[in-house]
């Protein structure tokens, strides 16, 4: 097919019907990813004609048979970051955005209370994602992350040194790490917590992110985010803040469990851009 315009249409329409849930982007961003421009630029050769890439085709079988999108681009966007992703990584979460945002947050508001340069942690950093963005937003901060799997904590090893980020990126327990470290000022992460009696419904969740980054090690999915709350309360100085991502089923449960050890004060839930329970954030006793 010579036509990009009719190409896309179709592929739109093949998307769909796979159950994709944003079939139109898709389809533009992966005639991009083959013409190797931007989708804006797509857009453009739609409008004005232009020639269809010869790996357009089995791009878009792949992406019906619901390998991820940004497996088969190699990229994923974080917070103005791109960061190359693929098998053995979790696919960061526009989700995620948000509670790094609020990492950041919490970080800079240390520099305003006269802090120079805020020590923070991200547990549990999988490509990177969390830890990236707290250093590239705030690049005072001296940022320290940790990965149990061999294969993603090389994504991330790639994404600080590709990104040039000065971040220190360990592979290792988040339950045990950093022992050599004390006094930080905020530990922001993104456990495993999925209940192991769920299974996510995505094919591109439950296909193809690792099991090691989707369950929580119990059927409330809390065992992992427990553990590594001891550990970041093992790690704040007091008044440290802790900002951790969990399901929207987790709302309640997650604050409840953080106040029943008696280690954290101001625990608070709060919402993603979409209503939804999505991190509690609390300050260490
Ligand atoms: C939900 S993913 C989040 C990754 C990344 N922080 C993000 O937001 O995109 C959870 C990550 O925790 C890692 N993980 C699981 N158990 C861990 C542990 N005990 N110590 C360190 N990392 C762990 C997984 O391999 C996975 O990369």
């Given at each position: 097919m010579s036509d990009l315009r009719a190409a896309v249409?179709?592929?739109?329409?093949?998307?769909?019907?796979?159950?994709?849930?944003?079939?139109?982007?898709?389809?533009?961003?992966?005639?991009?990813?083959?013409?190797?421009?931007?989708?804006?630029?797509?857009r453009r050769l739609m409008v004005l004609g232009g020639d269809v890439p010869a790996t357009y085709a089995g791009l878009v079988a792949e992406r019906a048979s619901r390998v991820p999108l940004q497996h088969l681009t190699g990229r994923a966007w974080f917070r103005g970051l791109?960061?190359?992703?693929?098998?053995?990584?979790?696919?960061?979460?526009?989700?995620?955005?948000?509670?790094?945002?609020w990492a950041i947050e919490a970080t800079l508001s240390t520099l305003e209370s006269g802090v120079t340069s805020p020590v923070v942690v991200d547990l549990c950093t999988g490509s990177g994602a969390i830890a990236l963005a707290v250093k590239a937003e705030v690049p005072q901060a001296q940022v320290h992350a940790v990965e149990v799997s061999d294969l993603a904590v090389a994504?991330?090893?790639?994404?600080?040194?590709?990104?040039?980020?000065?971040?220190?990126?360990?592979?290792?327990?988040?339950?045990?790490?950093?022992?050599?470290?004390?006094?930080v000022d905020v530990v922001v992460s993104n456990p495993p917590y999925i209940?192991?009696?769920?299974e996510p419904v995505d094919p591109?969740?439950?296909d193809h992110d690792p099991e090691v980054a989707l369950y929580g090690g119990s059927e409330d999915g809390l065992a992992i985010p427990r553990?590594?709350?001891?550990?970041?309360?093992?790690?704040?100085?007091?008044r440290g803040v802790l900002v951790m991502e969990h399901a929207d089923s987790q709302g309640e449960s997650l604050p409840a469990a953080l106040r029943a050890t008696g280690s954290w004060s101001h625990v608070e839930d709060r919402l993603d851009l979409t209503g939804r329970p999505r991190a509690t954030v609390a300050v260490r006793a």
């Amino acid at each position: 097919m010579s036509d990009l315009r009719a190409a896309v249409r179709e592929a739109t329409q093949q998307l769909a019907a796979a159950g994709v849930g944003s079939p139109e982007h898709d389809a533009v961003v992966l005639a991009a990813h083959a013409l190797r421009v931007e989708p804006s630029e797509v857009r453009r050769l739609m409008v004005l004609g232009g020639d269809v890439p010869a790996t357009y085709a089995g791009l878009v079988a792949e992406r019906a048979s619901r390998v991820p999108l940004q497996h088969l681009t190699g990229r994923a966007w974080f917070r103005g970051l791109e960061l190359e992703v693929g098998p053995g990584v979790f696919v960061p979460r526009p989700e995620t955005e948000v509670v790094a945002g609020w990492a950041i947050e919490a970080t800079l508001s240390t520099l305003e209370s006269g802090v120079t340069s805020p020590v923070v942690v991200d547990l549990c950093t999988g490509s990177g994602a969390i830890a990236l963005a707290v250093k590239a937003e705030v690049p005072q901060a001296q940022v320290h992350a940790v990965e149990v799997s061999d294969l993603a904590v090389a994504w991330a090893l790639r994404n600080r040194d590709r990104l040039g980020l000065d971040v220190e990126i360990v592979h290792g327990d988040a339950v045990t790490a950093f022992e050599e470290l004390a006094d930080v000022d905020v530990v922001v992460s993104n456990p495993p917590y999925i209940p192991t009696t769920a299974e996510p419904v995505d094919p591109e969740v439950r296909d193809h992110d690792p099991e090691v980054a989707l369950y929580g090690g119990s059927e409330d999915g809390l065992a992992i985010p427990r553990l590594v709350a001891a550990r970041a309360a093992g790690l704040l100085h007091r008044r440290g803040v802790l900002v951790m991502e969990h399901a929207d089923s987790q709302g309640e449960s997650l604050p409840a469990a953080l106040r029943a050890t008696g280690s954290w004060s101001h625990v608070e839930d709060r919402l993603d851009l979409t209503g939804r329970p999505r991190a509690t954030v609390a300050v260490r006793a």
